[in-house]
């Protein structure tokens, strides 16, 4: 069995999943918010498997995807999604 190492990319996506999670019981249903995030959601579990996959030797890959983090950050705001 493979070792199972948290990084910031699973942290994350678990807190969005708990966020929309939460907006869908308890705040209202805005679908296309939703939408959004689910489907930021996705890129984030494929960014963490791109990372997996070509950085297995990498000691750091904490730093790789925090920048990959704060790049998506950024670039949402810009867009304007938030």
Same mark, same amino acid.
């Given at each position: 069995m493979k070792k199972l190492r948290v990084t910031p990319l699973n942290i994350s996506c678990a807190l969005l999943l708990a966020w929309i999670l939460w907006e869908v019981l308890? %705040?209202?249903?805005n679908w296309q918010t939703i939408g959004i995030k689910l489907l930021l959601v996705f890129v984030l579990v494929i960014a963490d498997q791109f990372f997996r996959f070509f950085f297995q030797r990498m000691k750091r890959i904490? %730093?790789?995807?925090?920048?990959?983090m704060i790049f998506t950050t950024i670039v949402a705001w810009i867009i304007g999604i938030w």
């Open positions: 308890v %705040i209202s249903l904490w %730093i790789a995807e925090l920048g990959f």
